[in-house]
């Protein structure tokens, strides 16, 4: 912020304070409070002017240069500069901009774990640290777990079958015979029906509860801001069921 004038409610003009003329105030005797205020705002000036410069660098080696751009060195908001390409490879909306939460909901639709993804983590990598973690909390007590394709590798169900009796975790791609089997059996298809009431409850807490978009800065922010939202709502990731 910057102090240019002062002027009174009324038609006359207020004397200027001490330190303050009429193109603002002076150097070093200018409050506290407005030299802060100051270098913050020439602060942030700063780093937007750097940033457009970067952009337009990227655009001209992309473009111009036809230069294939690392992923590492793109960047796909200067105003939230860790901002991340989430292919969903889902309809309406393959492609996404933003931070994965991954959510956890039990049975009775409670939501008992939440937080956000590491930078450039995806969804097959947090399973079986999520489910050992919570194995502990709950004196593993948990005997199933639902997760969607996205949590699939072959060895996160083999490791989450040593953590949980029934781990429902459907392959991605083509289906060998075994997987055939194993996701044909009646309690796998019980649980994996879970899901559908969980998408119902992420749209819901995008729609309702204002989670579709974070209105502050940082992974930190959006972390402390999507915690009162999950009270409110039942989204998941995946779904645990306590007996």
């Not at 009324?10 to 409050?31: H, V």
């Not at 690392?70 to 490879?89: A, Q």
Request: hydrophobic share 35%; proline share 7%.
């Amino acid at each position: 912020m910057l102090y240019i004038q002062a002027f009174s409610p009324r038609k006359e003009r207020l004397p200027w304070p001490s330190g303050f003329s009429g193109g603002g105030w002076s150097g070093s005797c200018a409050p506290p409070r407005v030299r802060r205020l100051n270098e913050a705002l020439a602060s942030e000036l700063q780093y937007f002017l750097g940033a457009t410069e970067y952009i337009a660098d990227l655009a001209a080696r992309r473009v111009i240069a036809q230069e294939r751009i690392p992923h590492e060195d793109k960047v796909f908001s200067i105003f939230e500069p860790g901002t991340e390409l989430v292919n969903r490879g889902k309809a309406p909306q393959p492609i996404e901009f933003g931070h994965r939460v991954l959510i956890v909901e039990d049975s009775a639709g409670f939501i008992v774990h939440a937080r956000v993804m590491k930078q450039g983590q995806t969804d097959e990598k947090p399973p079986v640290e999520l489910m050992q973690t919570l194995q502990r909390r709950f004196d593993g007590k948990i005997t199933a777990a639902s997760f969607d394709k996205g949590f699939w590798s072959p060895t996160n169900l083999e490791e989450l079958r040593s953590i949980v009796p029934l781990a429902v975790l459907p392959k991605k791609g083509r289906r060998a015979a075994s997987d055939a089997d194993r996701e044909g059996a009646k309690e796998f298809g019980r649980l994996r029906k879970w899901h559908a009431g969980v998408e119902s409850a992420i749209a819901a807490l995008q729609a309702g509860n204002g989670l579709n978009i974070c209105r502050d800065k940082g992974v930190r922010r959006l972390s402390a801001l999507s915690g009162p939202g999950r009270t409110r709502s039942q989204p998941s990731g995946t779904r645990n069921h306590l007996p």
